[in-house]
């Protein structure tokens, strides 16, 4: 029976590792000009055990993982943002089951909030208003950074 506990315990651990941001975190910063923000919020405790790969236009933003959020500046446009638990080699935003994508236009200085949460057999968006994505932010854990300008 202890071994049994031990081994789930480990497993949860191994489960619970970092978010990582591959790009400029941007949060508690001025948003440069001709561009917005965006912000991609996971729950704390639905769906913990799962790490979601992050994509924008086909590009790794980042991994967000239990109770964390990430956070970039994007210029001016059209743009998908998008979610996996799949390799991702090559293939296009979407095209795998379970994946979930969010079509954004960004306006210059705009802030967009979003949550990602787990649904039967994947992740789904939900947009946010400012006013909820800013107290879901607060007290939240930050991603390890590995970007270099």
């Not at 923000?37 to 790794?60: M, W």
């Not at 939240?140 to 590995?146: A, C, T």
Request: aromatic letters at 10%; proline letters at 3%; a positive charge.
């Amino acid at each position: 029976m202890k071994k049994i506990i031990f081994l789930f315990l480990l497993s949860f651990l191994i489960s619970c590792s970092t978010t990582k941001q591959y790009v400029a975190f941007s949060h508690g910063k001025e948003i440069p000009s001709g561009m917005g923000r965006i912000y991609v919020i996971k729950p704390s405790f639905v769906g913990s055990a799962v790490k979601v790969a992050i994509f924008c236009d086909d590009k790794l933003i980042g991994n967000a993982t239990n109770g964390s959020y990430l956070a970039w500046d994007i210029e001016n446009g059209n743009h998908i943002v998008g979610n996996t638990q799949f390799a991702h080699a090559g293939a296009t935003l979407g095209s795998g089951a379970g994946e979930d994508l969010l079509r954004i236009n960004v306006k210059e200085g705009e802030t967009y909030y979003t949550k990602v949460s787990p649904r039967f057999g994947g992740m789904d968006f939900k947009i946010l208003d400012k006013s909820e994505g800013e107290k879901l932010i607060k007290g939240r854990k930050k991603p390890v950074q590995n970007y270099i300008e």
